[in-house]
């Protein structure tokens, strides 16, 4: 068989392995934390309604994200109808898109450049964004985080691609398909889908010290518009439907104020998102590091296409860690968007490197011992099942040492893939039972209390929506009615005059185990529910 050949087979088989492993197990697991359930049940309530406009979350105005994400389920509940695995179809398919513009990129560059050091760069960067753990748990929820880094990633794949084409026909598709994908990510994250793409572009600029060309100045008058109207198909709906409350709860509370103050109470100190990129990254990390110490030898002004993308990738990571670093409020997904750059910086170093790909082999079997030792003292897992969850990525990392790079390569992303599957299958759906609501209102649902109003627990924050459908009790203004004190609660219910079901900390069930007038349904480890009447 001809050695390219067996290559293009090799890449086919890998490239359907890597699209079944984004769409096992999305339904294995229940939501868990307070996005997923909300997110879902926001989707769920729009699709009944046959509503894609006003986003709702117990039929109150839900304005805290745009609508992409929300469209993507719906669509999914409308084929395959409402449940979790609909609901994460969508997020998968962006995953994989993020993927694939990665390795659009990398061909880009490879048609573009002579250099020996650009061939198979898409290849190899798109394995490591696929088998970057980041990018995997994100596609694994209902997140948004996953919409933008999708659409980021195009909007800036094909920006880089017009500027490495000398065809003006080919420029302005390109660009076009920029202008397009940056309304897209308004609609998928709201202004932050303005500020990664431009922001990114300038400082790609700003750190060649060149000013864009003719082309792309040209384009702003007419691909501006263009990124508007694309976002228009949303926000001019829901701007004349609701006005002022859109305007103040979206823009200004959910924009500004989330990135001004500590509002949504999520602080970190400034070092916070350099941390989490290496945490996203793992286990490529030690190879990122490698190549940002080694930009200082990147020619910065008149280089080759592969130099000018590699400056672009910098760009790309660098941008949206220093501007969420200053952010008042942090959360680990907001930098999900440097993946696919990050992805580019070390694809481009696979080839040369040595010590960092033997580093990344060490992370690989350095993560499998520590997630062992996690699994089996923190969760209390069997001993069994933590050294099964650990295997693939010990070995993995065992076995790199010791073959060569390309081999290596496929090695380690084996192992992060392996372990993935063996976590799906032992130990998410443990953990997860204790994070999710799920079970202890199915346990509700059997005792015949399927109708009964539902108290959530003020830290919760709406996690209990999808499953507890229509049922969560909130005041007048919108907000949850939440009382974490049982005997409140007892109040409430002799004032409503009906039994219903509360959630309270598990270190508080047995206080009230033997409490006339309470019945314990069931305890998850985290929290428990119980009746009221």
């Known amino acids: 068989m001809h050695p390219s050949t067996l290559a293009k087979r090799v890449f086919f088989l890998l490239l359907l392995a890597i699209f079944a492993f984004y769409f ?13 359930p909300r997110y879902a049940q926001v989707a769920r309530e729009m699709f009944f309604r046959s509503d894609l406009v006003t986003p709702t979350l117990g039929g109150h105005t839900w304005f805290e994200k745009p609508a ?19 609901a994460r179809l969508r997020p998968a398919v962006c995953g994989l898109l993020t993927v694939a513009a990665v390795w659009f990129i990398g ?33 694994r929820g209902a997140s948004f985080d996953i919409v933008i880094t999708m659409t980021a990633a195009w909007a800036l794949g094909l920006f880089i691609s017009a500027e490495l084409s000398v065809q003006h026909h080919k420029q302005i598709a390109f660009l076009a398909g920029f202008y397009c994908f940056v309304g897209l990510s308004v609609l998928g994250k709201g202004l932050v889908g303005l500020v990664i793409p431009f922001g990114v572009v300038g400082l790609y600029y700003l750190i060649r010290r060149t000013w864009p060309n003719r ?26 439907r609701n006005g002022w409350l859109f305007i103040d709860e979206f823009f200004i509370q959910h924009h500004f104020a989330r990135y001004v103050s500590n509002k949504y109470h999520h602080p970190q100190p400034l070092y916070f998102y350099p941390a989490i990129l290496l945490m996203l990254l793992a286990p490529w990390s030690p190879i990122l590091i490698d190549s940002l110490i080694r930009a200082k030898n990147w020619r910065w002004r008149d280089g080759d296409s592969l130099d000018r993308i590699l400056l672009f990738a910098l760009a790309w990571v660098a941008m949206p860690v220093v501007f969420f670093s200053f952010s008042g409020s942090k959360l ?14 070390i694809g481009s170093r696979l080839g040369q490197c040595k010590l960092p790909l033997k580093l990344t082999a060490a992370l690989c079997l350095l993560m499998g011992v520590v997630g062992m030792v996690y699994l089996a003292r923190g969760e209390k897992l069997p001993i069994a099942w933590s050294v099964a969850a650990a295997m693939p990525f010990v070995t993995g990392g065992v076995l790199a040492f010791f073959l060569k790079r390309s081999s290596a390569v496929l090695t380690i992303a084996t ?9 799906l299958n032992c130990v998410a759906p443990v ?17 015949g209390y399927s109708k009964l109003p539902v108290l959530a ?66 305890d998850n480890g985290k929290q428990a529910l119980i009746c009221i009447y």
């Open 68 to 86: 992409l994400l929300y469209w993507l389920m719906i669509a999914a509940f409308k084929i395959f109808g409402v449940h979790e695995w609909s």
């Open 215 to 240: 082309t792309v100045w040209f384009s702003v008058l007419w691909g501006l518009p263009l990124a508007i109207l694309v976002a228009s198909l949303w926000y001019g709906p829901v701007i004349y």
């Open 457 to 522: 627990l003020r830290s919760d924050d709406r996690s209990a929506e999808f499953y507890a459908n229509g049922r969560v009790v909130y005041n007048p203004t919108g907000q949850l009615t939440t009382l974490d004190e049982v005997p409140l609660m007892v109040a409430e219910a002799r004032e409503r005059g009906e039994k219903l079901l509360a959630f309270i900390p598990s270190e508080s069930i047995e206080q009230f185990s033997d409490t006339p007038g309470i019945e314990v349904i069931g």
């Open 107 to 139: 061909r880009q560059v490879e048609r573009a450049s002579l250099l020996s050091e650009s061939v198979d760069l898409g290849f190899w960067s798109a394995l490591v964004c696929a088998s970057s753990l980041g990018l995997i748990v994100f596609s």
């Open 24 to 36: 096992y197990g999305l339904g294995f697991l229940p939501f868990v934390g307070p996005d997923e």
């Open 332 to 345: 680990p997904g907001y930098i999900l968007p440097v993946i696919p750059g990050a992805s580019i910086l």
């Open 415 to 423: 192992a992060v893939f392996g372990t993935i599957v063996v976590v």
């Open 431 to 447: 953990v997860a039972q204790r994070e999710s609501t799920r079970q202890l209102l199915m346990e509700a649902d059997a005792l």
